[in-house]
């Protein structure tokens, strides 16, 4: 990964598309770290879980401070997995950019939908006014 001076890859889907377990599948393989930015950067800038930020700031509010908080990340020789909504900040994703290879993953809307029921994902930006599907 190093050569080009680009020292993380970072994983880009949609919730529910597999980014923290091919993750972890890549960091044991690459032996590196994995980093997910839900669960290991978010949550602890904000001391508190990420579905209840969402509740507490609305869907733009906390798209703002999940980009602000994104900014802050700064992480070598690590696989990223990023929230669904991290592409949504064009500033974010520039930063994360500078030293990451970027992989999207790409899953059919009725898996995705069936997995973050199954998984019982209440942190997606505009669930709170449309279903899944709709936002997909």
């Known amino acids: ?8 890859i970072l994983l880009i889907g949609l919730p529910g598309s597999g980014k923290t377990t ?3 599948l890549l960091a044991s393989k690459l032996k590196c770290s ?3 930015v839900d669960d290991h950067h978010l949550e602890s800038v904000w001391g508190c879980s990420v579905a209840d930020k969402l509740t507490e700031l609305g869907d733009y509010g906390f798209l703002e401070a999940e980009g602000h908080a994104t900014k802050q990340i700064s992480k070598s ?5 990023l929230t669904g909504s991290n592409p949504l900040n064009s500033e974010a994703m520039r930063h994360l950019k500078k030293e ?3 992989i999207y993953f790409e899953s059919a809307h009725e ?9 019982r994902v209440n942190r997606i930006v505009g669930q709170s006014s449309y279903s899944l599907s ?3």
């Not at 995705?112 to 199954?118: L, P, Q, S």
Request: aromatic content about 6%; proline content about 0%; glycine content about 8%.
């Open 22 to 24: 091919v993750g972890k």
């Open 77 to 81: 020789n690590s696989i990223i997995s």
């Open 134 to 136: 709709d936002i997909l």
């Open 1 to 8: 990964m190093k050569e080009s001076g680009k020292s993380n």
């Open 100 to 102: 990451g290879y970027v």
């Open 111 to 119: 898996s995705i939908v069936e997995r973050c029921e199954k998984m």
């Open 34 to 36: 994995v980093y997910d």
